[in-house]
């Protein structure tokens, strides 16, 4: 069965680094998302993507996260200059269409910010 | 961020029985609902889903109920197996384009043989 997948899956990085974390959604998808869990807490929802833009994103999506979709199979989150609090499990997912299509999600990148 | 919860932090099911996970959600702009299973160290997977048209979803072991005017679902597992032993997440949408998700804070099954 076709999944996504993610790249690296722990990232150890210093605070003020840029990470760029990766993944690779089930090829026929349309809709591709970058959720997170930190330790202790609910996974939630970050941004995400359709027709090479971005289609929705929330809060936490500041000036310091950005997307990527730099060819036709890699989805890329990029945080500029990480801070303690990014700290988190990362998931990749996609899904086919939009509405009424569940989202497939990868295993996670986890991130440490020493 | 209360939109969706489940109250039962862990649930434990013997082998063969019934399991039965409960959610609730308060945004009645929610109209897509679905639950994940989660493995420790992996991503959560993707179970069952149901949409607002419907009030029951079946696939194999598992049926999702959905009851609009209590604002609730659950999820049932017959017959429950050891495999099943994860934690379950569900999460709901307000369906337009991208799919939003917002999750609860999960529930542990534990099946015992």
């Known amino acids: 069965e076709p999944e996504v997948t993610q790249t690296p899956s722990h990232q150890v990085t210093q605070m003020g680094q840029e990470v760029i974390l990766r993944c690779v959604p089930i090829s026929n998808h349309l809709y591709f998302y970058w959720y997170r869990q930190i330790l202790g807490q609910k996974v939630e929802f970050l941004v995400s993507?359709?027709?090479?833009?971005?289609?929705?994103k929330s809060e936490i999506f500041d000036d310091q996260f950005s997307v990527e979709r730099p060819d036709g199979s890699n989805f890329t989150l990029k945080i500029r200059s990480t801070k303690l609090e990014d700290s988190a499990m990362y998931f990749c997912?996609?899904?086919?269409?939009?509405?009424?299509?569940?989202?497939?999600f990868g295993n996670g990148t986890r991130l440490t910010v020493t | 961020d209360q939109q969706v919860k489940q109250n039962s932090p862990s649930l434990s099911v013997q082998e063969g029985r019934i399991s039965i996970l409960n959610c609730d959600y308060t945004?009645?702009?929610?109209?897509?609902f679905l639950w994940y299973k989660k493995y420790p160290a992996e991503g959560p997977t993707f179970l069952i889903s149901i949409s607002s048209i419907k009030d029951k979803n079946e696939d194999g072991r598992f049926t999702v109920f959905l009851n609009k005017s209590a604002k609730h679902l659950s999820l049932h597992i017959v017959p429950s197996q050891p495999g099943d032993s994860a934690v379950y997440f569900c999460a709901a949408s307000a369906n337009q384009g991208a799919q939003k998700l917002v999750f609860g804070q999960g529930t542990r099954l534990t099946i015992n043989p």
């Open positions: 945004n009645s702009m929610f109209d897509y």
């Open positions: 993507f359709y027709n090479n833009e971005i289609s929705e």
């Open positions: 997912a996609s899904s086919l269409t939009g509405a009424n299509s569940p989202l497939h």
